[in-house]
């Protein structure tokens, strides 16, 4: 397993930096977030907009109704509504069509680039004599004008599991954060639009649970084992 020194700080601290974004600090302001979105209606469009995603990506959802049982969308909370600041640099997307995850990239319904959750997180190069996972994980969207923007990143104690376009403006990434109390599947909305970020938390939680599993089951051109 290769430890990632991209930045000067413990692992685990970079995971409490991006979840302290999505649920901390300013628990007033948090609060606050969550009720204009309640009074404006709108949380009951994206438990809407969850139960589309599930239905498309109902392998995601049969593989945590295994550990969890059944569920949909009323058992997800908002726990978090704010605007994201996108890491954006000038970057092509390097995944190409001999790549072994160019399967999984997701292109943009109006033609505008590509989503990728996978390559930051699997490492399945040619010359690698077997393919591993990379301890944090990123959601890039890939634009067509020639930038690369990081929507999304976490460190080990979780990872995105699936993603969607919803539209042209908004995605869906669909995956888990392992917490004291178990694994707990997590749904985050983005609007890449006007950047910004819904997070959902599943009310369940599972003890035991395998990081890997989802994708074993998902990524048919790598092998994980």
Not at 95 to 108: K, S, T, V
Request: hydrophobic share 40%; proline share 5%; net charge negative.
């Amino acid at each position: 397993m290769k430890v990632s020194t991209k930045i000067f700080l413990p692992v685990w601290l970079g995971t409490l930096i991006f979840f302290s974004a999505c649920e901390s600090s300013d628990s007033s302001k948090s609060e606050d977030s969550l009720a204009v979105t309640s009074d404006a209606g709108s949380l009951e469009v994206m438990q809407s907009k969850i139960n589309q995603a599930l239905a498309q990506k109902s392998s995601w959802q049969s593989h945590w109704a295994a550990s969890v049982g059944l569920f949909d969308s009323s058992d997800f909370e908002l726990v978090m509504t704010d605007s994201i600041d996108p890491m954006e640099m000038p970057e092509k997307n390097p995944i190409l069509a001999e790549d072994p995850l160019f399967p999984y990239q997701l292109p943009h319904p109006e033609g505008n680039g590509t989503l990728d959750i996978y390559s930051y997180k699997v490492e399945a190069q040619e010359s690698l004599d077997q393919p591993f996972l990379n301890p944090d994980s990123e959601v890039i969207w890939y634009r067509a004008d020639g930038m690369k923007e990081r929507l999304l990143f976490m460190g080990p104690s979780g990872m995105f599991e699936e993603a969607l376009w919803m539209n042209a403006s908004e995605l869906m990434v669909l995956g888990f954060f392992q917490e004291e109390d178990g694994f707990r599947p997590m749904i985050w909305i983005i609007n890449v639009q006007n950047h910004s970020l819904n997070q959902f938390r599943m009310t369940k939680v599972v003890k035991e649970y395998q990081h890997d599993s989802y994708l074993d089951t998902k990524l048919k051109t790598v092998d994980l084992t």
